[in-house]
Nanobody, 118 residues
Framework: QVQLVESGGGLVEPGGSLRLSCTVSGGIFSALNMAWYRQGQGNQRESVASITSGGTTTYLYAVKGRFTISRDNGKNTMYLQMNSLKPEDTAVYLC????????????WGQGTQVTVSG
C-alpha cells in the first residue's frame, strides 16, 4: 500500500517562502508520477504542479515562476518550493502519486495547511 506524508506547511507573510515535502513509502517512488494539488476554502481542488517519473514538470499558470516542483528518488521525496507567496495561495496542499501503467491508481496524502497572511 502506497502511503504519502506531507510536511512543511505553515503560516507565512505575503512575499515569503515555504518548502513542502511529500515522502512516499510502500511503492517504487521512481516509477510514480507525482503532483501537488491544493484546495482552498470553498474552492475545488486544483492541480498546482506535477512531475513525471522522467522529470517532466507542469505548472498551474498562477504559480509559474514562483513555485518549483522537484523530486529526489534516493529519498523517496517530492518537494514544492514556494516563493513570493500570495494570500490567494492559502489552501490545504496535498500530494498525489499515480502509477504509470493501467489500471492507473492514484494515492493521496492527508494534506498540509499553507496560510499566507500578514
Amino acid at each position: 500500500q502506497v502511503q504519502l506524508v506531507e510536511s512543511g506547511g505553515g503560516l507565512v507573510e505575503p512575499g515569503g517562502s515555504l518548502r513542502l515535502s511529500c515522502t512516499v513509502s510502500g511503492g517504487i517512488f521512481s516509477a510514480l508520477n507525482m503532483a501537488w494539488y491544493r484546495q482552498g476554502q470553498g474552492n475545488q481542488r486544483e492541480s498546482v504542479a506535477s512531475i513525471t517519473s522522467g522529470g517532466t514538470t507542469t505548472y498551474l499558470y498562477a504559480v509559474k515562476g514562483r513555485f518549483t516542483i522537484s523530486r529526489d528518488n534516493g529519498k523517496n521525496t517530492m518537494y514544492l518550493q514556494m516563493n513570493s507567496l500570495k494570500p490567494e495561495d492559502t489552501a490545504v496542499y496535498l500530494c498525489a502519486a499515480a502509477t504509470r501503467i493501467a489500471p492507473v491508481r492514484t494515492y493521496w496524502g492527508q494534506g498540509t495547511q499553507v496560510t499566507v497572511s500578514g
